[in-house]
């Protein structure tokens, strides 16, 4: 019998499963445990270590409260949180970080500890000038969320947690007022319409029309905020895959900014 990799999960996750349920095996078990045991069916020790330390990382990372808020039911979340496990020191990690989201992502730092970023939308004439025009066409959705902050910890040697909370709240509120406020103007001719033109009674026309355009409103802003999202999340994994892979974070085509440094130093 061949077994495909999708059927090996399967059988050790059930085969793991069984002999916890019968008590064959201690509830608890040590890190060396957990590598003899991944070795004894074909686990690379590397690996292993690496799931062992996102899974310590999981423990780490704070517990989000959750958001019940009228916004969110309606449109959906506007909190985004992304962590991995990283090769490399904190303090290496968060240097490269400053440098790449200030020169590449077109962000400012307004917190800056140790282990600790926070980052806004750059609001320099520059960096409008840059987002603007795209030459790259890089979209710099990270730079249209409200604010981007980056938890670095050490997680064992040679490796780091790093974890980046960004906030889209401004582009949801932006999304429901380009919704609400375009169909709530063109309902609100429409009904005017009816009434006058029609000779609709205003207490039947207002009510209906109303009840259209913030049903329609709704779902069109909560499908747009969906796809915002998505790109966001996109954006910060790409990120992360950086990190995780060690590649040079600079991206292959310059920015506008630079273009122009060059420009000047010729």
Request: aromatic residues 4%.
């Given at each position: ?12 996750h059930r ?6 349920s ?9 890190a060396?445990e ?11 020790g590397?690996?292993?270590r690496?799931?062992?330390?996102e ?16 916004p ?6 506007a ?11 904190p303090?290496?990690?968060?240097a ?14 307004v917190r ?16 409008h000038?840059?987002?603007?025009l795209d030459?790259?066409g ?16 050490t997680?064992?040697?040679?490796r ?7 906030d ?20 609100l001719?429409s ?10 009674p205003?207490?039947i026309v207002?009510p ?10 709704t779902?069109g802003?909560s499908?747009t905020?969906?796809?915002?999202r998505?790109?966001?999340e996109l ?9 995780e892979?060690g590649?040079?974070?600079a991206?292959d ?6 273009r122009?440094t060059?420009?000047?130093?010729e």
């Amino acid at each position: 019998m061949r077994v495909s990799r999708d059927q090996l999960e399967k059988v050790i996750h059930r085969a793991a499963e069984l002999q916890f349920s019968r008590g064959e095996t201690p509830d608890v078990l040590e890190a060396d445990e957990v590598l003899r045991i991944a070795e004894e069916v074909g686990l690379e020790g590397r690996f292993v270590r690496q799931a062992l330390a996102e899974v310590r990382a999981d423990a780490l990372l704070p517990a989000r409260p959750v958001d019940d808020s009228v916004p969110t039911r309606l449109w959906g979340e506007a909190i985004l949180v992304a962590a991995r496990v990283v090769p490399g020191e904190p303090n290496v990690i968060q240097a490269r970080l400053a440098r790449y989201l200030a020169e590449r992502e077109s962000l400012r730092c307004v917190r800056d500890r140790p282990g600790q970023l926070v980052f806004e939308p750059a609001k320099d004439l520059m960096s409008h000038i840059q987002r603007g025009l795209d030459f790259g066409g890089r979209g710099y959705d990270l730079a249209k969320a409200r604010s981007l902050g980056i938890m670095i910890q050490t997680l064992e040697e040679g490796r780091s947690l790093v974890s980046i909370t960004a906030d889209m709240s401004n582009q949801r509120w932006g999304h429901a007022a380009g919704w609400y406020g375009s169909l709530g103007t063109f309902g609100l001719g429409s009904a005017l319409g009816a009434i006058l033109g029609g000779g609709l009674p205003a207490l039947i026309v207002i009510p209906a029309v109303a009840s259209s355009v913030g049903l329609v409103a709704t779902v069109g802003t909560s499908k747009t905020v969906g796809v915002q999202r998505h790109r966001l999340e996109l954006a910060v994994q790409g990120l992360l895959d950086r990190l995780e892979r060690g590649f040079e974070m600079a991206a292959d085509r310059p920015t506008l900014r630079e273009r122009i440094t060059d420009l000047l130093e010729e």
